[in-house]
């Protein structure tokens, strides 16, 4: 006797005809899988943008969510009063803040005789970051001067490098170079993809000098997520990793990253760090923050 092929309003009778119970089953998300190895962490700065929340009061509404670990990027010290008194009322971890200012995005250590000013700011910051037990400082080398021979600026931002990163032992800290994605009307950022930093961080080879692997910015500057994620894994040169889709920087799913596969990644690398989510929501803060922690679990 000949099988009888089987088409596609045949499966959709037979799904009719499961029990409820059996067919809600099979529609749900594959089952939950332990928790990640790695720690959920939310930045405050754009996610609660709209709702003009105090910062210290971004940090209650993070630990209200359930989370344990936030970043900032600066600032003023009236502010950083009240974000202490909230991070001791919740007990949050600070994760990073920013670590370089003004020079850090302008002549860095890629202008020939600026050094010391980039200097001058990372060391600020240093004292900043003690106050909030010792988060990363997320840095910038600055741009690349057009006037400057690469080899120049080359050999001024790994010395500068390892003059930060003395600092930045000294104070029990660590820095962590984000290559950073601009607009096209913008001067280019030095390092600003991982095939130009890790070489750098690599020569540098400061035990306090390491990456932040930003998806967002990476993706807009080169792609090749994967590949670049597991060669700075591979290394021993990723400290931190952030996420953000393309484009927006909102949540994941919302964009042309496929975060539930690099998920799974991280997790099949044993990533034991924090996981920052640098992003805005395309709905409320409560909606983002849950959307991560699910994909998180279920990838």
């Known amino acids: 006797m000949k099988p009888r092929s089987v088409n596609r309003r045949d499966l959709l009778r037979a799904g009719a005809l499961l029990p409820a119970g059996l067919y809600a089953a099979a529609a749900q998300t594959p089952a939950s899988r332990t928790p990640p190895p790695y720690t959920l962490s939310i930045n405050i700065e754009i996610m609660f943008r709209a709702q003009k929340l105090s910062r210290a009061d971004s940090i209650r509404a993070v630990a209200a969510q359930g989370f344990k670990a936030y970043s900032f990027w600066s600032a003023p010290p009236d502010d950083r009063k009240a974000m202490l008194q909230a991070q001791k009322e919740t007990g949050l971890t600070c994760v990073s803040i920013v670590g370089t200012g003004p020079a850090g995005g302008t002549t860095g250590f890629t202008r020939p005789g600026a050094s010391d000013i980039l200097l001058k700011e990372i060391t600020e910051r240093v004292a900043i970051a003690k106050e909030f037990g010792t988060p990363d400082l997320i840095s910038?080398?600055?741009?690349?001067?057009?006037?400057?021979?690469?080899?120049?600026?080359?050999?001024?931002?790994?010395?500068?490098l390892k003059r930060a990163g003395d600092i930045a032992a000294a104070g029990g800290v660590s820095i962590t170079i984000e290559p950073l994605s601009v607009e096209p009307t913008q001067r280019r950022r030095a390092l600003d993809r991982a095939v130009d930093c890790y070489p750098v961080i690599a020569e540098v080879n400061h035990p306090n000098v390491k990456v932040c692997f930003?998806?967002?910015?990476?993706?807009?500057?080169?792609?090749?997520?994967?590949?670049?994620?597991?060669?700075?894994?591979?290394?021993?040169?990723?400290?931190?990793?952030?996420?953000?889709?393309?484009?927006?920087?909102?949540?994941?799913?919302?964009?042309?990253?496929?975060?539930?596969?690099?998920?799974?990644?991280?997790?099949?690398?044993?990533?034991?760090?924090?996981?920052?989510?640098?992003?805005?929501?395309s709905s409320t803060p409560e909606h983002a923050m849950q959307v991560v922690r699910r994909m998180s679990e279920e990838n």
């Open 140 to 160: 910038f080398v600055g741009q690349i001067q057009d006037d400057v021979p690469w080899p120049v600026q080359r050999a001024g931002i790994v010395e500068g």
């Open 214 to 281: 930003d998806f967002y910015h990476l993706q807009r500057t080169e792609g090749n997520l994967t590949v670049n994620l597991r060669e700075g894994f591979a290394k021993n040169l990723i400290k931190v990793v952030q996420i953000g889709d393309v484009p927006g920087r909102l949540e994941p799913g919302t964009g042309e990253i496929n975060y539930p596969f690099l998920f799974a990644e991280l997790r099949r690398l044993d990533y034991r760090g924090y996981l920052d989510t640098e992003m805005g929501t």
